[in-house]
């Protein structure tokens, strides 16, 4: 196996953390109270001490979007296929995690 496909992705972290909270509520109280150490846990990593976590919950009237770090493009090297998926200005799993959840809050409200 690549090391790219043994690696979870963020995206992959954030449905296992998500479906575990949907299941299980004291991890849910957990992870909203005091995110940092069930994260460490939960994944066997230690984070950095300057590293702060914030677990919110949307509710059907408040919606969150999170803007990720702006990453320093001039230390960046992207290949061709990268480029050619961001030559449009759209990157393709942003979109996809904000059209998701947006889409769900979206559909919950139009249909209730």
């Known amino acids: 196996m690549t090391e790219q496909s043994t690696q979870r992705t963020r995206k992959d972290i954030e449905a296992h953390i ?24 939960e994944f066997g990593v230690q984070l950095p001490s300057e590293v702060n976590v914030r677990v919110l919950e949307e509710n059907p009237t408040t919606l969150y979007f999170v803007l990720p770090i702006r990453p320093n493009l001039s230390e960046v090297e992207l290949s061709d296929a990268q480029l050619e998926a961001v030559a449009g200005g759209v990157i393709p799993a942003l979109v996809g995690s904000v059209a998701f959840y ?10 209730d």
């Open 18 to 41: 998500i479906a575990q909270s949907w299941k299980d509520e004291a991890y849910k109280q957990q992870l909203l109270s005091n995110p940092k150490p069930v994260i460490e846990r």
């Open 102 to 111: 947006a889409s769900n809050a979206l559909s919950k409200a139009l249909t």
